[in-house]
């Protein structure tokens, strides 16, 4: 999951940044609403946390000119105006969510997570054979055993579960890895794939590899194999 941060409380958003990084999602941080508008009018993120009370362009602006390119990413605000006519004016230009200042930091994990239950229509999670995937819990097993995957694996297989059957590039998996300031390379990749690969190959869940095009998580067959 790719996450953009649009936060000028330094403190604040180095906070949140470690925290779902941590969690294995892929972060980006803006610090005015000049930063975010042009962010978001350029990249593919999964959710918005927006501040109000940005620099340069208020929270609002850039939440209405985000719904205005019809982007549906969801949003959650996060600001210190707590007032009714903030919080009806915050989900009127299109924000899913509305969290004030302060606020618990397990609060907005759940929230985000509640936003992805929402999003995918389906809170048990994604399943391909005999894997398992809960984006809610973010964690994966075979055959309801648990599977040993660390965050970046997390990440792949997320991304390959969500889009099951059909290929996905080596840019776009750079992409839901890399925050700003990071750096994934292509071979990263093939190395993440192939540990990946180890370990969802003995319950018949095959990844394979498109050469050219990226690779494609296919659901269990009695024959045939990943392609090297």
């Known amino acids: 999951m790719r996450i953009l941060i649009a936060e000028d409380d330094p403190v604040i958003a180095d906070g949140l940044v470690h925290a779902l990084r941590k969690s294995g999602c892929a972060v980006d941080h803006v610090a005015s609403g000049t930063e975010a508008d042009a962010a978001l009018a350029s990249a593919q993120f999964d959710l918005l946390v927006l501040d109000l009370g940005l620099p340069?362009?208020?929270?609002?602006?850039?939440?209405?000119?985000?719904?205005?390119?019809?982007?549906?990413?969801?949003?959650?605000?996060?600001?210190?105006?707590?007032?009714?006519?903030?919080?009806?004016?915050?989900?009127?230009?299109?924000?899913?969510?509305?969290?004030?200042?302060?606020?618990?930091?397990?609060?907005?994990?759940?929230?985000?997570?509640?936003?992805?239950r929402r999003g995918t229509g389906n809170p048990t999670g994604i399943s391909v054979g005999p894997l398992s995937y809960s984006q809610v819990e973010r964690v994966a097993r075979m055959n309801g055993e648990l599977l040993e995957l660390s965050a970046r694996e997390l990440v792949l297989l997320e991304v390959l579960l969500l889009r099951a059957g059909r290929v996905v590039s080596k840019d776009q998996l750079v992409e839901q890895l890399c925050g700003w300031g990071e750096e994934v390379s292509a071979n990263a990749i093939e190395v993440y794939i192939h540990r990946l690969r180890k370990k969802l190959e003995p319950g018949g869940v095959l990844i394979t590899t498109l050469r050219g095009l990226g690779y494609c998580l296919q659901k269990p067959a009695a024959t045939g194999g990943s392609t090297e």
Request: hydrophobic share 50%; no cysteine; charged share 30%.
């Open 56 to 116: 340069k362009m208020s929270g609002l602006d850039v939440l209405r000119r985000l719904r205005a390119r019809k982007n549906a990413v969801p949003v959650i605000i996060l600001t210190a105006q707590d007032g009714l006519q903030d919080r009806v004016a915050g989900l009127d230009a299109g924000a899913d969510d509305y969290l004030t200042k302060p606020f618990a930091l397990a609060e907005l994990e759940a929230r985000i997570r509640a936003l992805v």
